[in-house]
């Protein structure tokens, strides 16, 4: 399989604007195994060893939530890639074999002391994904802990137990229409054992996966150097599979982010979708185009 025949390619219609594109998840797997994955997890483990502030934080009052996802995501390996993941328990000890990378890891399941780091840590170095956990709490969302390699243009450590409207307020227009009011009310209903599956897109120079703020230095220069001869190459699709689950016990969410980039040059292998691209980049307002990242390519160029 290509990289254009397994791309999520996130358009359906000829236009788009803000909305709630969330769909339910079917099936219900929290986590990818695709053909990049050995390079992704050790592009994954180094970051986490050169820029672990950037990578990782948590409140302390989410350790109990991480215990759930690390249970929720190793069920999902198991079960959806049991050629790739065996899980054995004995009482409280747990062995993982990542077969594809070909290592075991004995912990005690709830005890952090065991595991390499924090507990989101411990198996997000195991998946292609970031995992970002939500307490919900006085009527409202807070980011309370994230395991957040491969960001797109935002800080993890600057975002911590922000409430989920202060995350997306450098959105313009973001809360037009009240749509910010009734995505946060749709999550907030979001039930146990009916995730759901949303998409996001933006357009960024090079093929970096990780676009964090405190990166910007390092990876914003390559926007001056697009020019109308390698456009095609340079300028990537980036895809961001974002998924949603109700944890049992703190009632939390999980969100899984599966990034994948697509450079317009193999986008173009595509007819339709690049019709439908130009299309939809052709009548999106201004302030779109902005947030989306194709302002700032295109007065380059």
């Known amino acids: ?21 969330s769909i339910i998840l079917n099936p219900p797997n929290s986590i990818e195994i695709t053909s990049k994955y050995e390079n992704e997890i050790l592009l994954k483990r180094t970051l986490l060893k050169t820029s672990p502030s950037h990578c990782y934080q948590a409140l302390p009052t989410s350790f109990e939530a991480q215990w759930e996802i690390v249970e929720l995501v190793l069920n999902h390996l198991i079960t959806f ?15 993982l074999h990542n077969k594809i990378l070909k290592e075991e890891e004995h912990f005690i399941f709830g005890d952090s002391s065991s595991v390499n780091g924090e507990p989101m840590n411990f198996i997000g170095k195991h998946v292609q994904e970031d995992l970002l956990y939500m307490a919900q709490r006085d009527a ?16 993890l450590a600057f975002k911590l137990g922000m409430r989920f409207k202060e995350i997306h307020e450098p959105i313009p ?23 759901w599956t949303r998409k996001n897109w933006s357009l960024m120079a090079g093929d970096r996966l990780d676009t964090s ?12 150097n697009v020019t109308h001869e390698n456009v095609g190459q340079i300028v990537h699709l980036r895809v961001e599979v974002q998924k949603l689950f109700r944890l049992p016990v703190s009632n939390g969410l999980l969100f899984t982010i599966h990034t994948h980039l ?14 439908q691209f130009y299309t939809i980049l052709s009548e999106l ?10 302002l700032h390519i295109k007065t380059l160029y």
């Not at 065996?86 to 409280?92: C, S």
């Not at 409202?140 to 800080?155: E, K, M, Q, T, V």
């Not at 703020?213 to 001056?224: A, I, Y």
Request: with cysteine; net charge positive; hydrophobic share 30%.
């Open 1 to 21: 399989m290509n990289k254009i025949d397994s791309f999520p390619y996130p358009f359906k219609e000829n236009s788009y604007r803000y909305s709630n594109n």
């Open 173 to 195: 227009r973001f809360n037009e229409k009240s749509l910010d009011d009734r995505i946060l009310r749709f999550i907030k209903n979001i039930d146990q054992g009916n995730p």
């Open 213 to 224: 703020l405190e990166t910007f230095e390092v990876w914003g220069k390559e926007r001056k």
């Open 140 to 155: 409202d969302l807070y980011l309370d802990a994230g395991h957040l390699c491969f960001p797109s243009n935002w800080s």
């Open 262 to 275: 697509l450079s317009l040059e193999q986008l173009s292998l595509n007819k339709v979708w690049l019709k």
């Open 285 to 294: 307002p201004e302030y779109i185009l902005a947030i989306k990242g194709y």
């Open 81 to 95: 890639y049991p050629h790739y993941f065996e899980l054995h328990k004995r009482n409280g000890n747990w062995i």
